[in-house]
């Protein structure tokens, strides 16, 4: 082999420019990923590189040919360039294999002209020159996938910055719009942020689908920046709601520059979901009053001793029987009567349970105030669960006493209607 092609080299090296040229000249319905190549990074560079490649497996089946393997540097780098360049990787090797078959023809074509009874001795070298593309393909192709990694780790990495940097806010004037600008967002549209339990994050957050949705995994949670588009607000609960991912969203903002206040209220929406009864997905705008309640964890704290520290007082079967019928007649609107088909009991054990909280809270559940207070403070414990066992008797609560007119009569709560 090395004889037949120190006899032919220079005619060999005329025919591999031309037929570097008429590759590079294909047109793209002849060969896609040449067109994708041709598209990226120019034919001049196509051309350019298919001479190369072919002077580069000539030089490697004459290395095989002395006993010596072919040399890779040059394919290491060509994949490490062509990764940073971003050309697929099938484009790449795809013109490894046509230059692989590009130049078996040539050298069929070359031995012929100078003496085609030199033909037969040509063909041993086939398998020769197949693994010489091959090596050529593997290092090209490692090389490429290794800095492929790398860029996409730092890809990652810069995502993750400026989506930090939009979800926290601060910074010099315009760096909102720069970071959106980065990440391919309109300066203005709708948007929204959404925050996952971080109880839920080995699931890992949904990737594809509409809206879009661009993650990013913090330390309080996995937190996602959602453009919405034309889509109403309920997509995310569309998209979140079947993985059964417990999750707070926050309200629509149109600038980027909002997407930080937006970030805070979808924390707070996350920790108004009702957490019991399986995940859920909470709107900010549907959870207003758990929202108020979370976002005052000192006040909240208080809301919970003042209005319904008696209660919390008790054995925890009974605290747990109280606290539960609030709920259920809160949910059902107030009616006796639909608590009890809930809670599977009579009515009258329902409006027996409702007299004795209103005895030990001193609060009528026909007085319209006192329903918000006891609606909050009950959100309240939901959000923060009482403890176990009852805290040490002291003191009577304010709460607990009987509740009295100005006129210092006892105030008689009627019974809650159906």
Not at 295 to 305: G, H, K, Q
Request: hydrophobic share 40%.
């Amino acid at each position: 082999m090395e004889r037949i092609i120190g006899e032919i080299r220079e005619d060999l090296d005329r025919r591999l420019a031309v037929a570097a040229e008429r590759l590079a000249d294909r047109s793209p319905a002849e060969d896609p990923a040449c067109a994708v190549y041709v598209a990226l990074l120019g034919r001049a560079s196509l051309r350019e590189r298919v001479h190369h490649l072919l002077r580069q497996d000539v030089d490697g089946l004459l290395r095989t040919a002395r006993g010596l393997p072919p040399e890779l540097g040059e394919a290491r780098a060509d994949g490490e360039l062509r990764a940073r360049q971003g050309l697929p990787l099938d484009s790449l090797l795809r013109v490894h294999r046509l230059c692989g078959r590009l130049l078996w023809q040539v050298l069929t074509e070359a031995v012929a002209a100078h003496d085609r009874a030199a033909l037969p001795r040509l063909l041993p070298g086939a398998p020769a020159l197949w693994d010489v593309v091959d090596r050529m393909a593997d290092a090209t192709a490692e090389a490429y996938r290794r800095a492929a990694a790398v860029r996409g780790d730092r890809e990652r990495e810069l995502r993750g910055a400026l989506l930090d940097s939009l979800f926290d806010g601060g910074g010099p004037e315009g760096a909102s719009a720069e970071s959106a600008r980065r990440l391919g967002l309109p300066e203005r549209g709708r948007f929204a942020v959404v925050v996952l339990d971080s109880g839920d994050g080995a699931r890992a957050a949904p990737a594809g689908g509409a809206p879009r949705v661009l993650w990013r995994i913090r330390a309080d949670g996995e937190t996602g920046l959602v453009e919405l588009g034309g889509l109403p607000l309920a997509s995310v609960t569309e998209l979140l709601e079947p993985l059964g991912l417990r999750a707070g969203v926050s309200p629509v903002v149109e600038t980027p520059g909002e997407l930080a206040g937006a970030r805070r209220l979808a924390l707070l929406a996350l920790r108004a979901a009702p957490g019991a009864g399986g995940p859920h997905t909470a709107l900010l705008d549907e959870r207003l009053p758990a929202a108020l309640v979370a976002a005052e964890p000192e006040l909240a704290a208080r809301l919970r001793e003042v209005v319904l520290g008696p209660v919390l007082a008790l054995a925890p079967e009974d605290r747990g029987v109280l606290l539960t019928t609030l709920g259920t007649w809160l949910t059902c609107r107030g009616s006796t009567t639909f608590a009890a088909e809930r809670l599977y009991c009579h009515r009258n054990t329902v409006s027996n349970r409702l007299r004795r909280l209103e005895a030990l809270t001193g609060r009528s559940l026909a007085d319209p105030a006192h329903v918000v207070e006891l609606a909050l403070a009950h959100t309240a414990v939901t959000q923060r669960p009482a403890p176990s066992t009852p805290p040490p008797a002291g003191p009577p609560s304010p709460a607990s006493r009987t509740s009295r007119t100005p006129g210092g009569t006892a105030r008689r709560s009627p019974r809650p209607r159906a």
